[in-house]
C-alpha cells in the first residue's frame, strides 16, 4: 500500500518510484528462478548420468544375484484345453500317462489319483484292470493282524515310490519329491497387471502346464557368469523358488517309446505330461465349461424374458 502525502505531483513520483522498485525486485527474483533451475537442470543431468551407470552395473549384479523368481517367465504353450471351449486330447493324456510311469512315478507319487479315473483317458474297464494289476498295493492288516502285498485294483490309487516323506528326502538330497496329483494347480507364476484382467475374459488357467513344461525343458541353459550354484543342485531359470533345484534333468530324447508315432524328444514329453498333470488335478474341467456355457445361456436367456416382461407389465402405465 502506498501513503499519500496529499500532493498529487509527490503522489505520482513516489508511485512511480515504487513500481520502478517492485520491477527490479520482480526482475531480480526471475534471474533467482532462472538460475535455479538451470542449477536443478545440471544436477538432474549429473544424477541421470551416474544413475544409468549405477543401474547397468546393478543390472549385471542382478544377473548373477537374482532376488526375483523365476528367472525368466514360463512360455505360455498352446494348450488344447486352453479357453472356454477346450477339451483334453485323449490321446496327449494317455502319452503323458506312460511319461508319467515310465520316468516320474520313479520319485513322485500321485496319491489322490485312483486308476478307475483313467476312464477319463479313454481306456476300457478291462484296460484299466490290466494297468492296476501291474502295482503292488501295500494292504493290511488281515484277519491275523498282518500286512500284505497284492496286486492293484481299479479302487486304488497310485502307490507312492517312498514308504514315507522322510524316506524320500533321503533317497533326494534332503528334499522330498512333491506329490503330483495337484500340482499342475498348486504351481504357476503370478501374471501382473493387467494381464489378469484379461484372463477372467479368456480363462486362462494354464499357468501350471506352462509352468511344468518350462522348467522341464529349461535345463539346457547356462547360468550367467558370477552367479554361484549351490553344490548338488541344477541351474534352471525357470524354477519359481531360486537359482537351482535339487532335481536333474529327468527326461531326455527317445528316453520313453510312443506307440502313436508322436515325436520322442523333451519337448514333447514335457508337453505331454504337463497335459496329463492338468487332467490329474482337473479332471472334471471339460464338465464345468460345459455347465458353465449352458448356464451363460440360461441368464442371458432368463435376463431377456424378464426385460420383456417388464415393458408388458408397464406398457399401459402413465410415467
Not at 526375483?68 to 484345453?81: G, L, R, Y
Not at 472356454?84 to 511319461?99: E, H, I, M, N, S
Not at 489322490?112 to 483317458?121: I, P, Q
Request: hydrophobic share 40%; proline share 8%.
Amino acid at each position: 500500500m502506498i501513503p499519500k502525502s496529499g500532493n498529487r505531483f509527490s503522489d505520482k513520483i513516489m508511485l512511480g518510484t515504487m513500481t520502478a522498485r517492485q520491477r527490479i525486485s520482480r526482475g531480480y527474483g526471475m534471474k533467482k528462478i532462472l538460475a535455479s533451475l538451470a542449477l536443478l537442470g545440471l544436477v538432474a543431468a549429473g544424477i541421470g548420468a551416474t544413475g544409468t551407470g549405477a543401474s547397468a552395473q546393478e543390472e549385471a549384479h542382478n544377473e548373477a544375484a537374482p532376488t526375483h523368481f523365476p528367472i525368466d517367465e514360463p512360455k505360455e504353450m498352446d494348450w488344447s484345453f486352453a479357453g472356454p471351449f477346450g477339451t483334453y486330447d485323449k490321446a496327449q493324456l494317455q502319452r503323458g500317462l506312460k511319461v508319467y510311469k515310465e520316468v516320474c512315478s520313479a520319485c513322485h507319487s500321485m496319491n489322490l489319483v485312483a486308476f478307475r479315473t483313467l476312464e477319463g483317458l479313454g481306456y476300457s474297464d478291462a484296460q484299466i484292470k490290466t494297468l492296476a494289476a501291474e502295482y503292488t498295493i501295500h494292504d493290511g492288516p488281515n484277519d491275523a493282524g498282518d500286512m500284505f502285498d497284492r496286486p492293484g485294483k481299479p479302487s486304488d490309487h497310485f502307490p507312492p515310490p517312498f514308504p514315507n516323506e522322510e524316506a524320500a528326502a533321503a533317497a533326494n538330497g534332503g528334499a522330498a519329491p512333491p506329490d503330483m496329483s495337484l500340482l499342475a494347480k498348486a504351481r504357476g507364476v503370478e501374471r501382473g497387471f493387467p494381464r489378469f484382467v484379461f484372463d477372467i475374459f479368456t480363462q486362462y488357467a494354464q499357468g501350471g502346464p506352462d509352468y511344468i513344461h518350462s522348467l522341464l525343458t529349461g535345463y539346457d541353459q547356462q547360468p550367467p557368469a558370477g552367479m554361484v550354484i549351490p553344490e548338488g543342485t541344477h541351474y534352471n531359470p525357470y524354477f519359481l523358488s531360486g537359482v537351482s533345484l535339487k532335481m536333474p534333468k529327468p527326461l531326455s530324447d527317445g528316453q520313453v517309446t510312443y506307440d502313436d508315432g508322436a515325436p520322442q524328444t523333451v519337448d514333447q514329453y514335457s508337453r505331454d505330461v504337463s497335459a496329463f498333470l492338468m487332467w490329474a488335478a482337473e479332471p472334471h474341467l471339460e464338465d464345468r465349461k460345459k455347465t458353465g456355457f449352458r448356464v451363460l445361456v440360461f441368464l442371458l436367456l432368463f435376463g431377456a424374458l424378464v426385460y420383456l416382461t417388464k415393458r408388458k407389465v408397464w406398457a399401459g402405465v402413465a410415467h
